[in-house]
T-cell receptor
Framework: KAGVTQTPRYLIKTRGQQVTLSCSPI?????VSWYQQTPGQGLQFLFE???????NKGNFPGRFSGRQFSNSRSEMNVSTLELGDSALYLC????????????FGPGTRLTVT | TQLLEQSPQFLSIQEGENLTVYCNSS?????LQWYRQEPGEGPVLLVT?????EVKKLKRLTFQFGDARKDSSLHITAAQPGDTGLYLC??????????FGKGTSLLVTP
């Protein structure tokens, strides 16, 4: 069974721009979660989608948003990028809601200059 | 949001040594997961522990869940360079999202 895929793997953007990241979950998984990982803060939960509905949201500003499509694929969007948004963005899928075991993709490394 | 504290933050050892890393909280966990993350990759699930006092073994890795379900440990016997990585513990919070500790970065040198 194919794993979680994320595109692109690397991205460089300028402050003020917006970015969209994509995630394809493991086949049959209906829950997709997004995390931000930085050296200082570690892995922080952004939000979770289950059957196209946002079920949980972490403590991030409204510039961070996402959506899930009927085929469970998910996108995450960050608007008005700030330098502090530079991070590894990880997508994870699971059979059930986000508190259950997560299967992570390789991540998208975003650098904001 | 329950805080998961992992220690030590960094660990550098030689091949063949034994080590233990810890994950602690002031809250009671319903369950706890351990992940390993290698550079440039996403975390990979190693094990889930659910019952207080539970011990699970995965080859040379031994995971223990505290009796009160507030702490957990990971013991590696005869570490190998392939064990190098970031070890993360994670637990569901009341909102059903996963909270992660900041991890223990392990380096095993030949």
């Amino acid at each position: 069974k194919a794993g979680v895929t994320q595109t692109p793997r690397y991205l460089i953007k300028t402050r003020g721009q917006q970015v969209t990241l994509s995630c394809s979950p493991i086949s049959g998984h209906r829950s997709v979660s997004w995390y931000q990982q930085t050296p200082g803060q570690g892995l922080q939960f952004l939000f979770e989608y289950f059957s196209e509905t946002q079920r949980n949201k972490g403590n991030f500003p409204g510039r961070f948003s996402g959506r899930q499509f009927s085929n469970s694929r998910s996108e995450m969007n960050v608007s008005t990028l700030e330098l502090g948004d530079s991070a590894l963005y990880l997508c994870a899928s699971s059979l059930r809601l986000a508190g259950s075991e997560q299967y992570f993709g390789p991540g998208t490394r975003l650098t904001v200059t | 949001t329950q805080l998961l504290e992992q220690s030590p933050q960094f660990l550098s050892i030689q091949e063949g040594e034994n080590l233990t890393v810890y994950c602690n909280s002031s809250s009671v966990f319903s369950s706890l997961q351990w992940y390993r993350q290698e550079p440039g990759e996403g975390p990979v699930l190693l094990v889930t522990v659910v019952t207080g006092g539970e011990v699970k073994k995965l080859k040379r890795l031994t995971f223990q869940f505290g009796d009160a379900r507030k702490d957990s440990s990971l013991h590696i016997t005869a570490a190998q360079p392939g064990d190098t990585g970031l070890y993360l513990c994670a637990a569901p919070n009341s909102g059903y999202a996963l909270n992660f500790g900041k991890g223990t970065s392990l380096l095993v040198t030949p």
